[in-house]
T-cell receptor
């Protein structure tokens, strides 16, 4: 059973601080990793994707991948109240025919 | 910017009725998916579709579900005889290639009464 685990939260972060979201996955064959943001009642919206070990930065967002430890994280710098949402980690694996395996999501609350 | 579109945005149906949820994937994408999300729960995979056939389906996708790509643009999910527990948000997604990111439509909120 391939699993993606996330702390459900809520994670409360003061405005302007760095929010750190973590995700672990069980399948070592996982090949690509995605962070989606989901506002209540809305569809998942892609924030970042990462394929290789290391860091990938896009604006205020940084995705970090460590395949040896099987974790992927998302850092949000200068957190804004509009960043308050549920962040979903999703993983593509060849064995699952490349369909996304989803974590349950971490609810992030940015406090003004 | 190209996007996945879904209709209707909200569907209310009586238990036992058939519903068809419609999706128009991004035009140059080849892989299509349906997911559902029951309120407060995680996103669940239903089915993937490639080259005009189902490539994978989950345990949820039983005989009451079917998918079709009736023409070059639409991708539909049919639920033959809806049950109360089918009430959920249904998301369509498409990918350009199998290992690339999936783009989601805005979802159809299905309410079975």
């Amino acid at each position: 059973q391939k699993e993606v685990e996330q702390n459900s939260g809520p994670l409360s972060v003061p405005e302007g601080a760095i929010a750190s979201l973590n995700c672990t996955y069980s399948d070592r064959g996982s090949q690509s990793f995605f962070w989606y943001r989901q506002y209540s009642g809305k569809s998942p919206e892609l924030i970042m994707f990462i394929y290789s070990n290391g860091d990938k930065e896009d604006g205020r967002f940084t995705a970090q991948l460590n395949k040896a430890s099987q974790y992927v994280s998302l850092l949000i710098r200068d957190s804004q109240p509009s960043d308050s949402a549920t962040y979903l980690c999703a993983v593509n694996t060849k064995d699952s025919n490349y369909q996304l395996i989803w974590g349950a999501g971490t609810k992030l609350i940015i406090k003004p | 910017e190209p996007e996945v579109t879904q209709t209707p945005s909200h569907q209310v149906t009586q238990m036992g009725q058939e519903v068809i949820l419609r999706c128009v994937p991004i035009s140059n994408h080849l892989y299509f998916y349906w997911y559902r999300q029951i309120l407060g729960q995680k996103v669940e995979f239903l089915v993937s579709f490639y080259n005009n056939e189902i490539s994978e389906k989950s345990e949820i996708f039983d005989d009451q579900f079917s998918v079709e790509r009736p023409d070059g643009s639409n991708f539909t999910l049919k639920i033959r005889s809806t049950k109360l527990e089918d009430s959920a948000m249904y998301f369509c997604a498409s990918k350009r290639d199998r290992n690339t990111e999936a783009f989601f439509g805005q979802g159809t909120r299905l309410t079975v009464v």
